[in-house]
């Protein structure tokens, strides 16, 4: 039998004329681009709720996310305990131990006898796996994507967390995301961006990415090396032997961790150049160099009470520069935190980066190619009302470019869109979303692991090949059998068969002897791809086909 990856030459060349424009949408058409560009797509019940409801009226529900009982998503979550612990708490639970004992491995390694071979290091059974965090925190991101009724929330917690993107790899920044998320993150997606940008400007987990945590004004790290190489140093007194046979000393106790600032080398511009370039302005945003020093003064003193054990903000004055700075024009006096603070206010208020956000957002809702006169209307919004994001989120969604028809299926899906829309079109009731995270991986999209600042691309250029398509053919056809992820279709898969109720540019597709939901209905669908499912030889293999299409690729 021939599995769906045959048909992939088939589907990449579809792919590559597949058309961005469409006719209006009207019906089910409009309904499913609302819940591809709203949430991660529909699910078997979605397209007749919207239906009854009406589109606007579902828009503007979904912009008010506290409104809607959620109840049965955090059922979902409720078995995972890291996501409700403080960083502190999880680097004490899972990280303090694995260094302990990493520690107690070097220590008797360094007591074994000249020649003897190394002991093989037996894990603790009942030690925290360090990497438990990161794994719920990922688990947690999926399921909330395909189950949860907030579907708007969703979208923009992965939109800012990208755009505020820190990588988990770093450090002990995995151990600070989840609080990252939870408390910098979604609170604040449909608030204001001033207080987005002030909630990331204090996280640890944005502090230690981008290395501000290490920053210390010129005079501030000057007085640290005086301080250290006027120390009087102790002199080293020689261990007295016990008398009798000699035999190995204890080990000394672990040392204690050095300063929060024992690394410090003066001033660091890390933070300041994204916090200007990726987060505000943008890169032709009309800062200076000039301009990049002066931020990374005024944040001098930004750092992290003992990132490696409490793992929280805090502002030392010690550290920070006092002196007076020019940010764009505008004199900030020395006031301690207050200088930090006056250039965010001054960033967020910027009209560089009202257009810079508006791009940005247009960019994920509409196109990869804005229209330039949306994305004016919604520069105007966000100044208008002072960076309202819920106001510009609904100045996005009502207006004409929004549903018009170069917007259908104009988007392609990422790695994240495409395996959360499949699950949620088959219906899967998942009891372990783990093998999702490990084909977020082989899809090219490690959850929480873009090592760049700039997060992961939107546009489909980053996304369209050979290679990518073939990973989602793999991903379709596992998930049709459903078994390697410990669930099950809420609908027998052995019905399925072409797609009946999708719009077709050609042929009627032949008719169904049973009633499903599809998930290519209210998409065009191709003469290509309407023969190319036609050919399948089993109905897993059809809806495989189904999912792995150009049409389901597309958003």
Same mark, same amino acid.
Request: with cysteine; proline share 9%; glycine share 6%.
């Given at each position: 039998?021939?599995?769906?990856?045959?048909?992939?030459?088939?589907?990449?060349?579809?792919?590559?004329?597949?058309?961005?424009?469409?006719?209006?949408?009207?019906?089910?058409?409009?309904?499913?681009?609302?819940?591809?560009?709203?949430?991660?797509?529909?699910?078997?019940?979605?397209?007749?709720?919207?239906?009854?409801?009406?589109?606007?009226?579902?828009?503007?529900?979904?912009?008010?996310?506290?409104?809607?009982?959620?109840?049965?998503?955090?059922?979902?979550?409720?078995?995972?305990?890291?996501?409700?612990?403080?960083?502190?708490?999880?680097?004490?639970?899972?990280?303090?131990?694995?260094?302990?004992?990493?520690?107690?491995?070097?220590?008797?390694?360094?007591?074994?006898?000249?020649?003897?071979?190394?002991?093989?290091?037996?894990?603790?059974?009942?030690?925290?796996?360090?990497?438990?965090?990161?794994?719920?925190?990922?688990?947690?991101?999926?399921?909330?994507?395909?189950?949860?009724?907030?579907?708007?929330?969703?979208?923009?917690?992965?939109?800012?967390?990208?755009?505020?993107?820190?990588?988990?790899?770093?450090?002990?920044?995995?151990?600070?995301?989840?609080?990252?998320?939870?408390?910098?993150?979604?609170?604040?997606?449909?608030?204001?961006?001033?207080?987005?940008?002030?909630?990331?400007?204090?996280?640890?987990?944005?502090?230690?990415?981008?290395?501000?945590?290490?920053?210390?004004?010129?005079?501030?790290?000057?007085?640290?090396?005086?301080?250290?190489?006027?120390?009087?140093?102790?002199?080293?007194?020689?261990?007295?032997?016990?008398?009798?046979?000699?035999?190995?000393?204890?080990?000394?106790?672990?040392?204690?961790?050095?300063?929060?600032?024992?690394?410090?080398?003066?001033?660091?511009?890390?933070?300041?150049?994204?916090?200007?370039?990726?987060?505000?302005?943008?890169?032709?945003?009309?800062?200076?160099?000039?301009?990049?020093?002066?931020?990374?003064?005024?944040?001098?003193?930004?750092?992290?009470?003992?990132?490696?054990?409490?793992?929280?903000?805090?502002?030392?004055?010690?550290?920070?520069?006092?002196?007076?700075?020019?940010?764009?024009?505008?004199?900030?006096?020395?006031?301690?935190?207050?200088?930090?603070?006056?250039?965010?206010?001054?960033?967020?208020?910027?009209?560089?980066? %009202? =257009? @810079?956000?508006? !791009?940005?957002?247009?960019? $994920?809702? *509409?196109?990869? &190619?804005?229209? +330039?006169?949306?994305?004016?209307?919604?520069? %105007? =919004? @966000?100044?208008? !009302?002072?960076?309202?994001? $819920?106001? *510009?989120?609904? &100045?996005?969604? +009502?207006?004409?470019?929004?549903?018009?028809?170069?917007?259908?299926?104009?988007?392609?899906?990422?790695?994240?869109?495409?395996?959360?829309?499949?699950?949620?079109?088959?219906?899967?009731?998942?009891?372990?979303?783990?093998?999702?995270?490990?084909?977020?991986?082989?899809?090219?999209?490690?959850?929480?692991?873009?090592?760049?600042?700039?997060?992961?691309?939107?546009?489909?250029?980053?996304?369209?090949?050979?290679?990518?398509?073939?990973?989602?053919?793999?991903?379709?056809?596992?998930?049709?059998?459903?078994?390697?992820?410990?669930?099950?279709?809420?609908?027998?898969?052995?019905?399925?068969?072409?797609?009946?109720?999708?719009?077709?540019?050609?042929?009627?597709?032949?008719?169904?002897?049973?009633?499903?939901?599809?998930?290519?209905?209210?998409?065009?669908?191709?003469?290509?791809?309407?023969?190319?499912?036609?050919?399948?030889?089993?109905?897993?293999?059809?809806?495989?086909?189904?999912?792995?299409?150009?049409?389901?690729?597309?958003?």
């Amino acid at each position: 039998m021939r599995g769906p990856a045959v048909f992939v030459p088939i589907f990449v060349a579809a792919l590559a004329v597949w058309p961005s424009a469409a006719p209006a949408p009207a019906g089910d058409a409009a309904i499913v681009h609302v819940l591809n560009r709203l949430g991660y797509g529909p699910r078997p019940a979605d397209v007749e709720r919207v239906r009854r409801l009406g589109i606007e009226a579902y828009i503007e529900e979904q912009l008010h996310p506290e409104r809607i009982a959620d109840d049965a998503m955090q059922a979902r979550l409720d078995g995972m305990t890291t996501l409700t612990l403080s960083t502190g708490e999880l680097l004490e639970r899972y990280q303090q131990p694995n260094v302990e004992a990493r520690r107690a491995r070097q220590q008797a390694a360094a007591n074994s006898s000249p020649g003897a071979a190394p002991e093989r290091p037996m894990r603790d059974p009942d030690m925290a796996p360090p990497n438990l965090p990161l794994i719920e925190l990922s688990e947690q991101k999926l399921l909330r994507a395909i189950y949860s009724d907030r579907q708007l929330e969703q979208v923009l917690t992965d939109f800012w967390f990208n755009h505020f993107n820190v990588d988990a790899r770093k450090g002990p920044a995995r151990m600070m995301l989840t609080e990252y998320e939870r408390e910098a993150i979604r609170p604040h997606v449909l608030g204001r961006f001033r207080d987005l940008l002030g909630a990331t400007a204090k996280s640890p987990a944005m502090l230690f990415y981008l290395d501000n945590w290490m920053s210390a004004g010129d005079e501030a790290s000057r007085t640290q090396r005086e301080q250290r190489t006027q120390r009087p140093q102790r002199a080293q007194r020689p261990q007295r032997q016990p008398p009798g046979p000699q035999r190995a000393l204890p080990p000394p106790p672990p040392a204690a961790a050095p300063p929060a600032n024992a690394m410090r080398r003066g001033l660091n511009e890390n933070y300041a150049r994204e916090l200007m370039e990726l987060h505000t302005l943008g890169v032709d945003g009309g800062y200076t160099q000039k301009d990049v020093t002066e931020v990374a003064r005024a944040f001098t003193g930004w750092t992290i009470r003992n990132p490696r054990v409490r793992g929280e903000f805090m502002f030392e004055p010690r550290l920070h520069d006092d002196r007076e700075k020019t940010v764009l024009g505008h004199k900030i006096h020395g006031g301690g935190m207050k200088d930090g603070e006056q250039v965010l206010d001054i960033l967020a208020a910027h009209p560089s980066t %009202a =257009r @810079f956000i508006s !791009t940005k957002l247009a960019r $994920r809702f *509409v196109s990869d &190619t804005p229209p +330039a006169a949306l994305v004016d209307r919604l520069a %105007a =919004r @966000f100044a208008a !009302t002072r960076g309202d994001l $819920r106001e *510009v989120m609904r &100045t996005l969604l +009502a207006s004409p470019e929004f549903l018009a028809p170069d917007s259908i299926s104009a988007k392609t899906k990422t790695p994240f869109e495409f395996v959360a829309s499949a699950v949620r079109a088959t219906d899967l009731s998942l009891t372990d979303a783990r093998p999702l995270v490990r084909s977020m991986q082989e899809l090219g999209m490690p959850l929480y692991q873009c090592q760049p600042p700039t997060g992961y691309k939107d546009t489909a250029d980053a996304w369209v090949n050979t290679g990518a398509l073939v990973a989602r053919m793999n991903f379709a056809q596992t998930i049709t059998s459903a078994s390697p992820f410990g669930g099950r279709s809420a609908r027998d898969r052995s019905t399925f068969e072409t797609p009946t109720n999708a719009r077709t540019s050609s042929a009627k597709l032949p008719e169904r002897r049973t009633t499903t939901f599809d998930p290519l209905i209210g998409l065009e669908v191709s003469e290509t791809t309407r023969s190319t499912i036609a050919r399948a030889t089993t109905p897993q293999q059809s809806l495989a086909l189904t999912l792995g299409s150009p049409e389901f690729q597309k958003r």
